[in-house]
């Protein structure tokens, strides 16, 4: 599997937008004709039909992250002010 992402921070905001989200067709798994384990006892067309819909789940799921949940960016888990500090060491 292979994502790309674009981020970016704004104020206490992240932007993220997935820019790729697909197979590895170069993947040594994909040129398969069936799984490693195959405990479903799946033919060939149903292992190449569900490698085949799993690529379309994965284009949908980047379109969906990227239009409903990342569409208003992510807050940050804390305030700056959190993490600024000062060190002062006393005389002697």
């Known amino acids: 599997m292979i994502t790309s992402l674009s981020v970016k921070a704004d104020d206490d905001i992240v932007y993220i937008n997935i820019l790729k989200n697909k197979l590895d067709v170069n993947s040594k798994y994909l040129q398969r004709t069936l799984p490693m384990r195959n405990k479903l006892n799946i033919t060939t067309n149903e ?13 949908y799921m980047r379109t969906y992250l990227n239009n409903v949940y990342f569409k208003h960016g992510i807050k940050f888990p804390y305030n700056p002010d959190e993490i600024y500090t000062a060190v002062i060491f006393n005389k002697g």
């Open 47 to 59: 292992y190449k039909e569900f490698i085949s819909t799993f690529g379309f789940f994965m284009s």
